[in-house]
């Protein structure tokens, strides 16, 4: 399996074009309209915000998905399309006319995606003139333009694309995603679309995007807010001529993992605001269930977000949110190490360098590891420092 190149997205696999345009959502200048188009039918497969409030794309979409096979993405970036009644139905199903009649396909293979603000008509003359011009901009090549049209807050675009030498041939994976602020499991305000050469079903390729995204987009926090929009799409178009076996699966699904891994981790790094990434691995839990309840409190804890922004070594904080997460856990058998430094254990505090300590907890990545001493399930989060910065954007976001 070759390295994570972070310069290619969905065009990195054959048989994908893609294109990025300014269509007038958002400031001139921005890119706001992305464009990605199979050559050929894809199966797809889709996994979507748990949020009960959802946006019009994200229902159109599911039926996308629920057919399984699609020809293409268009996502726009600056209007959420969410609460705004039966316009947006008929909106979010106009973008995916207007595409599938440049490709000649069914609407229902269009999957439609937008992020921005919530309650906002869509300008939907821009958006038709938008889609027409990303048409003339389709290229094979660099795909920064599609990265670049689907951020909202994000301060920069994120791709990432592999090679994956399976046991029946060599295939390609390529992604795209946006996501800063909102971030929270069972999806966030995050995009990403994922494009693969490899032949697949899609009840195969969702088994596979479904186990993917519980470890990587589902295992990310900024804020703890699940919003409305979100959703992961995978195309699998089978342009490299190798179908993927069940003796292929493993080296596939650890090409994808990666790639989702990858990307995840770029967007907890430009989390609104956000100044480190830290990661919190909770060890010993009686099931994965209870491991992943612990490790999410713990991510989305504001004492220890603040904490780590400080690079504070306010251990206290970590065992006190572990003990409201609704696990029993039992302080006497907890072990408790910050940056390789054991600070608590068997409900006693350990003499540490508090100096040496806050020192390594200046570094942009900092690692939390907690075992509960009940079992041998493990899971891990990934999360933000919380700063004055994030509030300062979130208190402006429509003004």
Known sequence: MSAINPHQGVNFPKGFRSAGVYCGIKK??????????????????GTFTQNRVQAAPVRWSKQVVSGGRARAIVANSGNANCLTGEQGERDARRMATLVAERLGCDPVQVVVASTGVIGVPMPMSAIEAGISLAFTRLSDGDDRAAADAILTTDTFPKRASLEVQTPDGTV??????????????????MLAFITTDAAMDAPTLQACLTEVVNRTFNCITVDGDTSTN????V?????????????????????????????????IRDGEGATKIFEVRV???ASEEDARKV?????????????????DPNWGRIIAAAGRSGVPVEPNRMRLVMEDIVVFEQGQPLPFDEQGLWQKLQAEEVHIRLSLGQGNA?????????????VKINSAYRT
């Open 295 to 311: 490790a999410r409190t713990i991510a989305e804890s504001l004492l220890v977000k603040t904490a780590i922004h400080g690079g």
């Open 378 to 390: 493990t899971a891990a989060f990934w999360s933000s420092d919380l700063t004055a910065e994030y």
């Open 172 to 189: 390609r994976i390529g992604a795209i995603a946006k996501g800063a602020g909102m971030i929270a499991p069972n999806m966030a305000t």
């Open 235 to 267: 195309l699998a178009n089978g342009a490299s001529g190798v179908r993927i076996s069940e003796r292929a699966l493993d080296a596939f699904q650890q090409g994808l993992y990666q790639v989702c891994e990858y990307l995840a981790k770029r967007i």
């Open 230 to 233: 979100d959703m992961v799409i």
């Open 283 to 285: 060890e010993g839990a």
């Open 28 to 45: 001139p200048g921005l890119l706001d309209l992305a464009l990605i188009v199979s050559d050929s039918e894809a199966s797809v497969a």
